[in-house]
């Protein structure tokens, strides 16, 4: 039986798992930690036979992130990597992706060195560039795959438009939707065919677990990588999925308070003398600014600035006091990375510095402490 309000994404997101737990009418759906299922008789099942393949509170897990992100099937998963590597499977040897050029790290690096071996190919373009991507398709191409906005530099790109290119070719087109959430953007609806995230930061959001998911528009590519999942077992555990359901009661609450926060503090930055850049869609001279409001409900809380010294970013990763140095991201704490060195380490240093991810680059994941107390934070570090 459908609920009132169903289609309300903050009502939907704090129902998840309410009322699944028929036997004892638990308002939170429990963890079935069980690795195996008892058989009611030879060829008979309770619809679980083996954890890997099924899990009770998995299950509430992944019908909350196919009905979040506007899927036929949602499918989780031990880390976001796991997510990826999980899809790259689908393809076959002599295949081609094109990739978006500002893409986390490990993206590119599972990419190059470990799927490179067995001959899938990728090409890194521009993805806020249609033209760019259109230019880079050969007949090997298969797939392309976009994170919007871009990591670290927070590029936009037209996610309707991209899928019309690949509609016309033949193409999957698959967003990374880390960075924005079903909360504020919704590469379903635009035309995307499949969704990926690192659960490991918004969706988790407290940075405590390490999970990924996967949600494909129609059921039968949900079909063929629920077989891969089950056949190479990159599942996560019961605990997490529980977590997880829990952490995405709160999730479109916490995506507003990091818009908010943001917001403040990309203003505040603009204003320093010590910044040479700000990176964040929310200024209206962001180049995605304006496509941002078209298809996003959102900015969302990550933002990225270009110091005037290497040394000076040095010295405000050393400071700072309320906000943590740390890899990752979409916590409900304040993160600050040196992207050069930690999540796009493994990008060759040409490419990088081509990009503009050079050592004076930071990038601030906003949590929900309040705005002006990052700002003074902010404020100290810089000053020295
Ligand atoms: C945009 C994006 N996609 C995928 C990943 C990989 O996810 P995980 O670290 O959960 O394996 C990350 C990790 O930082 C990421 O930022």
Redesign the pocket.
């Known amino acids: 039986m459908s609920k009132p309000g169903s289609n309300n994404l903050a009502t939907r997101s704090v129902q998840i798992g309410v009322g699944r737990d028929e036997q004892t009418g638990g308002i939170s759906f429990p963890i079935y930690p069980s690795a195996t299922y008892r058989h009611p008789g030879v060829g008979q099942s309770t619809g679980y036979d083996y954890t890997r393949s099924g899990n009770p509170t998995r299950d509430v897990l992944e019908e909350a992130f196919a009905q979040l992100e506007g899927g036929a099937r949602g499918l989780a998963f031990s880390?976001?990597?796991?997510?990826?590597t999980t899809l790259f499977l689908h393809f076959s040897s002599g295949d081609h992706l094109v990739v978006s050029e500002d893409?986390?790290g490990?993206?590119y690096r599972v990419l190059d060195q470990v799927f490179g071996k067995f001959g899938l190919s990728a090409s890194y373009v521009d993805t806020t560039d249609s033209a760019a991507v259109a230019a880079a398709l050969t007949p090997q191409t298969r797939a392309l795959l976009v994170?919007t906005p871009g990591?670290p530099l927070l590029g936009v790109a037209d996610i309707r438009a991209l899928a019309a290119l690949c509609q016309e070719r033949k193409l999957l087109l698959i967003v990374?939707n880390?960075?924005l959430t079903p909360a504020l953007q919704r590469p379903l609806e635009l035309g995307a065919d499949l969704v990926?995230?690192?659960?490991?930061?918004y969706l988790g959001g407290h940075s405590d677990l390490?999970?990924?998911a996967l949600i494909a528009k129609d059921e039968a590519l949900g079909e063929r990588l629920y077989f891969l999942q089950n056949s190479t077992g990159a599942i996560p555990s019961p605990q997490d999925c529980w977590l997880l359901i829990r952490s995405l009661k709160t999730l479109p609450l916490r995506m507003r308070q990091h818009c908010s926060g943001a917001q403040q503090v990309a203003e505040w930055l603009v204003r320093q003398p010590q910044v040479e850049r700000v990176y964040y869609p929310g200024l209206p001279e962001h180049p995605g600014h304006a496509l941002t409001r078209e298809q996003a409900d959102g900015v969302g809380g990550m933002l990225s600035f270009r110091l005037s010294s290497p040394q000076l970013a040095e010295q405000v990763l050393e400071r700072l006091q309320l906000i943590s140095f740390a890899?990752?991201?979409g916590g409900v704490e304040s993160l600050m990375t040196l992207p050069a060195v930690q999540?796009h380490g493994d990008i060759p240093e040409p490419e990088r510095l081509r990009l503009g991810i050079c050592n004076s680059l930071l990038r601030l994941s906003v949590g929900l402490e309040e705005p002006n107390d990052l700002i003074a934070d902010l404020q100290q570090a810089l000053r020295g």
């Open positions: 880390s976001g990597m796991a997510a990826l893409l986390y490990g993206t994170e990591n990374d880390t960075f990926i995230h690192s659960a490991t930061k390490c999970a990924g890899e990752s991201l999540t």
